[in-house]
């Protein structure tokens, strides 16, 4: 059985903020949860943040300020994450968007964080994934094979 969206707001199936869906789970009961546009994850880690082991901290109330200021908790979430992996670059972030992957590393500063946001609404209001703006290429990484980002400028 496959999800079902209701209480949509808009004649199409795209996400937006009202968008609940039903999901069956294994024991056939259904669960309502919200069909999200996006996830921010913010890596702290074993290493991220920690500064004992000479990393710069995470800038955590920024994000936490940003997300909520911005009043973008239906739309896109954001999850403050134990490791995500990619330790000896430190500070990095996973922003999700329509099923789009983009890394990056060594976000240390509020600035960066609110750049971030700017981007995540960027696409909201496009209703799409788009590229990084340049005032964030510099962090990108590629973390595997089939990364968004390193995708969308080879075409």
């Not at 903020?17 to 009961?29: A, C, F, K, V, Y």
Request: hydrophobic share 35%; with cysteine; charged share 20%.
């Amino acid at each position: 059985m496959s999800p079902r969206i209701r209480s949509v707001q808009s004649p199409s199936s795209e996400p937006c903020p009202n968008n609940l869906i039903d999901i069956p789970t294994p024991s056939g009961e259904i669960k309502e949860i919200r069909h999200q546009e996006g996830h921010i994850l913010v890596c702290l880690g074993c290493c991220c943040g920690n500064t004992k082991k000479g990393f710069p901290a995470v800038p955590l109330q920024a994000w936490k300020a940003e997300w909520k200021a911005r009043g973008i908790r239906k739309r896109v979430h954001l999850t403050i994450a134990g490791c995500l992996g990619p330790c000896p670059l430190a500070n990095v972030v996973l922003v999700v968007f329509r099923g789009a992957c983009v890394w990056l590393q060594a976000i240390d500063s509020p600035r960066q964080v609110q750049q971030i946001y700017d981007y995540v609404e960027s696409m909201m209001s496009a209703g799409r994934y788009l590229p990084l703006p340049d005032n964030l290429a510099e962090f990108h990484f590629s973390r595997y094979d089939f990364d968004t980002q390193a995708e969308a400028a080879s075409r």
